[in-house]
T-cell receptor
Framework: EAQVTQNPRYLITVTGKKLTVTCSQNMNHEYMSWYRQDPGLGLRQIYYSMNVEVTDKGDVPEGYKVSRKEKRNFPLILESPSPNQTSLYFC????????????FGPGTRLTVT | GQQVMQIPQYQHVQEGEDFTTYCNSSTTLSNIQWYKQRPGGHPVFLIQLVKSGEVKKQKRLTFQFGEAKKNSSLHITATQTTDVGTYFCAGLSSGAGSYQLTFGKGTKLSVIP
């Protein structure tokens, strides 16, 4: 089954404690992306990657890091989380060649206290 | 950068009434996509429109792409409680050798039984 998986699905942490949210897709997609979703603000892109070892900033990259060492994985790293990073995070992937459907993961709800 | 405006932000309708959400882009788009996010879920692809003036239907849903490829609409006829959720448009534009997908903020639809 074609899917994007994220882990963990829920996470409560404290300010300053480094965390990683994993994302993996099984569709051999070149393009992967991270979004955060906040009430009234819609989906805002954090980082994206066009292919392995190629990453770029989205609209709200401050406080986040990503890496793309393998095609299927695109982890999101928060080196020093702060309460304003409390949000719902979605990973997504799509095929760059075939301009079309973007697949989203189930989401990770992060709370930073 | 490219902006995609979507209105209204919220819509409450009585079951059986029609519903329309509108998207407007600041730039000409390669295509426009529509996604639906059920409460507690993740965005799921509905459809993609590519051609100027294109109209597509999915049962009670009608999607339109403007002649100038800068605006789009989603119309639902005779809403049902299963239509509840947030509807996002996403404009795809090309530039600097890549395609970028920019999401509108979404329209949250509530259906009163």
């Amino acid at each position: 089954e074609a899917q994007v998986t994220q882990n963990p699905r829920y996470l409560i942490t404290v300010t300053g404690k480094k965390l990683t949210v994993t994302c993996s897709q099984n569709m051999n997609h070149e393009y992967m992306s991270w979004y955060r979703q906040d009430p009234g603000l819609g989906l805002r892109q954090i980082y994206y990657s066009m292919n392995v070892e190629v990453t770029d900033k989205g609209d709200v990259p401050e406080g986040y890091k990503v890496s793309r060492k393998e095609k299927r994985n695109f982890p999101l790293i928060l080196e020093s989380p702060s309460p304003n990073q409390t949000s719902l995070y979605f990973c997504a992937s799509r095929n760059v060649q075939r301009v079309g459907e973007q697949y989203f993961g189930p989401g990770t709800r992060l709370t930073v206290t | 950068g490219q902006q995609v405006m979507q209105i209204p932000q919220y819509q409450h309708v009585q079951e059986g009434e029609d519903f329309t959400t509108y998207c407007n882009s600041s730039t000409t788009l390669s295509n426009i996509q529509w996604y639906k996010q059920r409460p507690g879920g993740h965005p799921v692809f509905l459809i993609q429109l590519v051609k100027s003036g294109e109209v597509k239907k999915q049962k009670r849903l009608t999607f339109q792409f403007g002649e100038a490829k800068k605006n789009s609409s989603l119309h639902i006829t005779a809403t049902q409680t299963t239509d509840v959720g947030t509807y996002f448009c996403a404009g795809l534009s090309s530039g600097a050798g890549s395609y970028q997908l920019t999401f509108g903020k979404g329209t949250k639809l509530s259906v009163i039984p």
